[in-house]
């Protein structure tokens, strides 16, 4: 991992942005830190961004965008497959996200969710939980090695934001986000009830032949004032 990020890397101390568990969005808190701080022996801290486009970044990149993101698919395989809530007592608040490399920390925050969907795939043969005309919800550039099956029925847009949720595992927040390009081409297979239209959040999801019942099981995953009308994070 550190001859990935050595180009970009830059000692320097940051005041970061909060990335609160809720909803991750930016909210102005400091946190002091510099990459490859070693505040013990034979330890390495490292500090990293997510963006909604589900694009990982040094955090104290000044340039977020595709060239300056991490695009090596094992590294991000390695990565992502390794996230956990920050239970480390180091930068729980600002980094609620930790991704563990031996002895090195790579604490993570994130502009709404650490993990969004940006791929539709047909199941490889033999993915677990999914049959093999099963779809998956591919996710931050892991195409099938980082993957969920895909639920219809549990897809969630957001009253609020207008953004869409798809669950992912409980170790990786329980919600995942749907990046804005595959929301766009989901959309035309929302129904919505016929005396509202699209005021309200849709009520049935077309696919596969079938009209699936949207559970809006993960509606309990946001607080009450995300809910009623706060936005959960945005674009820096």
Known sequence: ????RTAA???RGLAALRCPPAGCGASRLAAT???GQSPEP???EYFYYIDHQGQLFLDDTKLKNFVTCFKDKKFL???FSRLRPNQSGRY???FPFLSLCGRERNFVRCDDRPVVFTHLLQSPAG????????ELLSYCGGAEKLSAPFRPEALYMHPASGRLYHPCSESEGRVGLVRSALAIELSPFFVYAEERGQSE???HFLWGGQEHTLTNELAGCFPATEESGGQPGGPE
């Open 201 to 203: 959040r849709p009520t």
């Open 1 to 4: 991992m550190l001859l990935l």
């Open 127 to 134: 993915s677990p939980g999914v049959t093999a005309a099963g």
């Open 77 to 79: 395989v390695f990565f």
């Open 92 to 94: 729980q608040e600002d």
């Open 42 to 44: 034979r330890v390495r």
């Open 33 to 35: 830190y510099v990459q």
């Open 9 to 11: 890397l830059g000692r």
